[in-house]
């Protein structure tokens, strides 16, 4: 028997925003110039005809969800054919439920059917992989969460209980073997912060190709008002907290970058570092020998370095590296390898001590991932994905209420700033990082709180509807 508050999709339509960034940024052994953003408006109803609306989005950032030496556009246009798929999935998808569950059963049942049915016809080295599938798919279940707040006339996050859900989260996940953990009784709202901050210290992403100085510009830098390098943008934002982007290949660009960085963070009373090795090592060695030397040679920047981010393959099932060594230094976290609890279970047996949770793997898949993973005693952050527009609100309220290591990843204004200048006249404080931090006290209302800033960007006509 469920709750009179249940709900069902019944209706779906699909948006593509194009983007283009102001600056290049790169992803392991590509580049992104480009990028499609997905916008959904999914509609559902309750058992007693009553029915809203809810909006989702999300970046369809190719070359993180899909590594390949396939070309760009090629898996480009495969993404966007798999939403128009989704579209009408998730408008016939008749299971009614708590977001939670509608989104966890889609996930289960339907998404991997469709991928199936995409992948059918492709050879094997080119099908489209599954966090990819994830990402096309969150808009869809983002879109439902927000519109189950705005059918019930509240915040999301306040739903997360037994008042709303039907079933407690043993439904859903398993305690690792030996451990003492139980889920019995317990729902997603008791592993949430009590009280949302009203805002969240940023952290600024040092892409590979980014230019730290003036000894670094080439000429050919855009002039739009914008800050180009380093020390311009810590100056301007007043920012606390910096990621540098490595290449995990090529070892003493690596250590030099984090020297180069480190020492312009020291200077500036930057407080913060985190690493990011693009996937790329194989050998914890790799990784090692690099803090080693830093902890010798710059002990105060490797002081600095609050967590390594997933240095390794994306494929935690078939590259089951032992990481005790690399977790034993620094604090490690999963990313794109945790695309759900199970595989961070067995990140954890390897030697992971934290998960950098995403609202484009679905916010039913990320606070199923945040309860199991602080359940086991895991350490959380929340990483971008560079969310422009509606991506950035969920995004933010993820990390509020998930209680991070600190703060927040956050890049859209960096990379596309003129972006998100409709939103922004609604929420300022999301879309500007001031004295290092984003406000989000603006965020209020039903569903994820995006208020009118809905309504602040013309669409163009759907990509799909059904």
């Known amino acids: 028997m469920g709750k009179s508050t249940d709900i069902r999709p019944i209706a779906a339509k699909l948006y593509f925003l194009p983007v283009e960034t102001r600056v290049p940024l790169k992803f392991g052994t590509e580049t992104l110039t480009y990028i499609t953003c997905a916008r959904v408006e999914l509609t559902v109803a309750d058992a007693a005809g009553r029915s809203a609306t809810g909006w989702g989005e999300t970046p369809l950032s190719v070359q993180w969800v899909w590594p390949s030496t396939l070309g760009y556009e090629e898996r480009h246009q495969l993404l966007k054919q798999f939403c128009e798929m989704l579209t009408a999935a998730w408008a016939k998808f008749a299971v009614f439920g708590h977001p939670m569950e509608v989104g966890h059963a889609f996930q289960e049942q339907a998404l991997p059917e469709l991928l199936k049915q995409l992948n059918a ?238 609202t484009c793997k679905s916010q039913t898949g990320a606070l199923l991932t945040l309860c199991w993973a602080k359940a086991h005693g895991m350490t959380l952050m929340v990483q971008d994905l560079t969310n422009p527009m509606l991506a950035q609100i969920p995004h933010v309220l993820l990390a509020a209420y998930a209680g991070t290591i600190a703060g927040v990843e956050t890049n859209a204004m960096q990379f596309y700033p003129e972006a998100s200048v409709l939103e922004e006249k609604v929420h300022p ?38």
Not at 263 to 277: C, P, R
Not at 316 to 321: A, G, P, Q, T, V
Not at 431 to 459: H, I, W
């Open 121 to 358: 016809t492709r050879p094997a080295e080119q099908e489209m992989p599954w966090l990819a599938a994830l990402v096309c798919c969150s808009a869809f279940d983002i879109a439902l969460h927000d519109a189950y707040g705005r059918l019930h006339q509240v915040p999301v996050y306040s739903t997360y209980n037994a008042e709303y859900m039907n079933r407690d989260l043993t439904t859903y996940l398993t305690p690792a073997a030996g451990s003492a953990v139980s889920f019995a009784g317990l729902y997603p709202q008791d592993f949430l912060a009590e009280t949302r901050p009203a805002g969240l210290v940023a952290w600024h992403l040092v892409g590979g190709l980014d230019p730290l100085t003036t000894a670094d510009l080439q000429g050919d830098e855009p002039d739009d008002g914008y800050p180009v390098i380093l020390t311009d943008w810590i100056e301007r934002d007043g920012l606390k907290c910096l990621k540098i982007k490595l290449r995990g290949n090529d070892a003493e660009w690596d250590y030099q970058r984090l020297v180069a960085v480190g020492e312009i963070a020291a200077a500036h009373e930057v407080y913060w570092l985190s690493t990011d090795f693009n996937c790329t090592v194989t050998d914890p060695g790799y990784v090692n020998d690099i803090l080693d030397r830093l902890q010798w040679e710059h002990p105060r920047i490797y002081g600095m370095i609050l967590y390594v981010e997933q240095p390794f393959p994306y494929e935690l099932e078939s590259h089951r590296i032992d990481v005790h060594s690399v977790s034993a230094r620094k604090p490690l976290f999963m990313d794109e390898s945790a695309h759900d609890w199970h595989l961070v279970k067995l990140g954890r047996e390897l030697g992971w001590t934290g998960v950098a949770l995403k």
């Open 429 to 466: 404080g999301l879309y500007k990082r001031r004295d290092g931090n984003v406000d989000l006290s603006t965020l209020q209302g039903p569903g994820f709180g995006y208020g009118s800033a809905v309504q602040q960007r013309e669409l163009p006509p759907p990509a799909a509807a059904h």
